[in-house]
């Protein structure tokens, strides 16, 4: 009798065991056939991670923050030059040349399984990545709420979206605090970009025309029809600024603010139709930074938000 229980019982466990097996062996043939993560990126495409990605490499270093910020610094193996926007995490990783120039043998000396593009800059690299197996996702930064996509899709790379979350609300926050420091006045601006060939109107898609129109003020060229290789600035015209008569001016420039100054007070000066403007009888000339208003200010576009405001309310902020 004893035998007899003693074998029964040993079948019962043979077949606990079997089950247990052929139950976890089941979950992981349904865990292998699923993804980690589905993003539409910036140029429309759907892209499945089939794992968390481990290896990053980044066409841009505006990327690089808003990774750190939700929890990506760690998986970062190589970034382009870059003289801004370089947090100290990423300044002794690999360089994958410069952001104009993505060096591709390079990208793929760091073996990454995954690789964020600036759109409009380094699409080119796509198809050689993705016919080498590795994954892209094309990123735009450029207006407020590309900002907000940017750091929604890199939360799901990293895994943490709800660190992305409430990243986005605190930038929310911070603007929404700006708005109700200064009055409600909707003033009427333009925003003139210096280079050496010359001077163009920036639009409401730039950095600075979207910062203008989250402060409720209107751009005086709205409107206008963008250059053909720029969708963001318009043909500067003297007299088209004249006849709009803007309350203020913002000027952005590439260089050294004292010689962007000294280059646009001769221009002024030296043309009495730019004496007529109101925004120049008023002193009303507002120089705004580079690294704020040309290079997109990324997570830092509540700081972007307040120093425009500042320009015009100084004595608010002052308190």
């Known amino acids: 009798m004893k035998r007899i229980l003693l074998s029964l019982l040993t079948v019962v466990m043979?077949?606990?065991?079997?089950?247990?097996?052929?139950?976890?062996?089941?979950?992981?043939?349904?865990?292998?056939?699923?993804?980690?993560a589905t993003i539409t990126d910036a140029m429309g495409r759907t892209v499945t991670l089939p794992a968390k990605p481990q290896r990053i490499v980044?066409?841009?270093?505006?990327?690089?923050?808003?990774?750190?910020?939700?929890?990506?610094?760690?998986?970062?193996?190589?970034?382009?030059d870059s003289h801004t926007k370089m947090p100290d995490y990423a300044r002794g990783l690999a360089s994958v040349g410069k952001?104009?120039?993505?060096?591709?043998?390079?990208?793929?000396?760091?073996?990454?399984?995954?690789?964020?593009?600036?759109?409009?800059?380094?699409?080119?690299?796509?198809?050689?990545?993705?016919?080498?197996?590795?994954?892209?996702?094309?990123?735009?930064m450029k207006s407020y709420d590309d900002v907000k996509n940017e750091v929604s899709i890199l939360g799901q790379i990293t895994g943490e979206t709800d660190q992305a979350d409430q990243l986005i609300a605190q930038m929310d926050e911070k603007i929404k605090e700006v708005r109700q420091k200064i009055p409600q006045d909707k003033h009427r601006v333009s925003i003139i970009h210096s280079t050496n060939q010359g001077l163009t109107v920036q639009l409401d898609s730039s950095i600075?025309?979207?910062?203008?129109?989250m402060l409720g003020w209107e751009n005086v060229a709205s409107g206008s029809t963008p250059l053909e290789k720029n969708p963001d600035a318009a043909p500067y015209s003297i007299e088209t600024l004249v006849s709009q008569n803007p309350e203020m001016i913002f000027?952005?420039?590439?260089?050294?603010?004292?010689?962007?100054?000294?280059?646009?007070?001769?221009?002024?000066?030296s043309n009495p139709a730019w004496q007529s403007l109101e925004a120049v009888k008023n002193g009303r000339i507002y120089y705004l930074p580079q690294d704020m208003f040309l290079l997109s200010p990324g997570v830092h576009y509540p700081e972007a938000v307040e120093l425009m405001a500042k320009c015009v309310y100084p004595d608010v902020f002052a308190k």
């Open 208 to 213: 600075a025309g979207c910062v203008a129109n």
């Open 99 to 140: 952001v104009y120039q993505i060096d591709t043998e390079k990208v793929m000396s760091c073996e990454p399984d995954l690789v964020i593009v600036n759109k409009g800059m380094n699409e080119k690299l796509i198809d050689t990545l993705e016919s080498n197996g590795i994954k892209t996702v094309v990123l735009d």
């Open 251 to 269: 000027i952005t420039s590439m260089g050294k603010l004292s010689e962007i100054k000294k280059n646009m007070d001769e221009t002024m000066a």
């Open 58 to 80: 980044v066409t841009s270093a505006s990327f690089l923050e808003p990774l750190e910020a939700v929890g990506g610094a760690d998986l970062v193996v190589g970034r382009p």
């Open 14 to 36: 043979a077949a606990f065991l079997l089950t247990g097996c052929g139950s976890q062996s089941g979950q992981n043939s349904s865990s292998s056939g699923g993804s980690y």
